[in-house]
């Protein structure tokens, strides 16, 4: 009796090989109607937007119309060009505080004098305080990037609504200061948010005092300089040292944690797990780094204020009263504000 072969190989033939089908031409994608490559996807929750929104674009529509402010084509809805519009706005005002920073702390602090330092505070002048240099780095920035961030939250909240309804449960032990409204479909606040909006209306009232104020009464700001500041720190103290010293600590801690914020660190940074795994050890190894990045960027925008108030308060503020005439000009200026007379 024959044996079979222990390598003996299975039959190729299958029911599918001895079906006969009829050619059939292969559409190419062109001529495919019904698919879209390009279209978005969904959209992806608001923390992964505002995460990934430093890294890459973000879509927040998945139609190609017109959403919100989107353009026609694009599929990017309000929220897209909005985050654009609070970034970039950003940079060209950064680029005018760094040259204030310069002018008003580094060399007061270096010439140790108010009378040495106003030359240089006149001549950046000549770069941020033309007829179209202003508008461009410091006017049109501020409203942009103001505007744009409440624009932000109403569209956030649009979109809220859209997805989950008006009405977002929050347990009452866990209501913040952060999360007030959120049951009304607004997102959370953030606390680089907050500080922004203490920050605009401490720095809209030092914009009128230096730059409005003088210009509603003697038509222009030829006269104001660090002098003027210092003048006003001899004759108001309390108001000056409180408005200065909110001005200069909202300012630079917003300005750091802005900046952390478009670059990805502010991501990082925390006191608790953004989320557990279940692995004590590396939540544990996670939670230290976000505590580390916490207070490094903390640590910044500390020695930033501190910098600046080192120029600022300790030579500028420190400078006295200015005398003759300028100096009844200057109180001129502070008689017009109630309660400064």
Not at 73 to 91: A, E, V
Request: charged residues 15%.
């Amino acid at each position: 009796m024959e044996t079979q072969s222990l390598h003996s190989k299975e039959s190729q033939e299958t029911l599918m090989s001895l079906l006969q089908l009829d050619p059939t031409p292969i559409d190419s994608p062109s001529e495919r109607p019904s698919v879209n490559t390009d279209k978005d996807l969904p959209p992806l929750p608001e923390a992964a937007l505002d995460d990934s929104d430093s890294k890459s674009p973000s879509p927040t529509s998945t139609s190609t119309g017109t959403t919100g402010l989107g353009l026609s084509g694009t599929g990017h809805g309000s929220i897209y060009y909005l985050t654009r519009i609070q970034r970039y706005s950003s940079y060209a005002f950064s680029f005018f505080a760094s040259l204030h920073f310069a002018t008003t702390s580094l060399i007061p602090l270096a010439a140790r004098s108010v009378p040495a330092s106003e030359s240089y505070l006149l001549l950046a002048r000549e770069i941020y305080q033309t007829t179209l240099s202003e508008p461009v780095l410091v006017g049109l920035p501020i409203i942009a990037h103001v505007g744009s961030g409440i624009a932000l939250r109403f569209a956030r909240r649009a979109q809220n609504i859209r997805r989950y309804g008006r009405q977002h449960h929050v347990q009452p032990s866990k209501l913040t200061i952060r999360n007030l409204g959120v049951s009304a479909g607004w997102p959370t606040t953030s606390f680089i948010a907050i500080s922004g909006y203490g920050f605009s209306a401490i720095l809209a009232a030092h914009i009128f005092m230096n730059r409005g104020l003088p210009l509603m009464v003697e038509g222009d700001s030829a006269n104001i300089g660090l002098a003027y500041v210092a003048h006003g720190f001899a004759r108001h103290p309390w108001t000056s040292w409180v408005s200065y010293a909110a001005l200069l600590g909202l300012g630079c801690g917003h300005m750091v944690w802005g900046w952390a914020k478009w670059f990805g660190p502010a991501q990082k940074a925390g006191w608790k797990p953004d989320r557990m795994t279940g692995n004590v050890a590396f939540d544990k190894a996670a939670l230290k780094k976000r505590r580390r990045a916490l207070l490094g960027l903390n640590a910044v925008a500390l020695g930033a204020t501190a910098i600046w108030a080192a120029g600022g308060l300790g030579v500028v503020a420190l400078g006295g009263e200015t005398l003759g005439w300028v100096g009844k000009l200057y109180d001129g200026l502070f008689a017009q504000i109630p309660g400064f007379a």
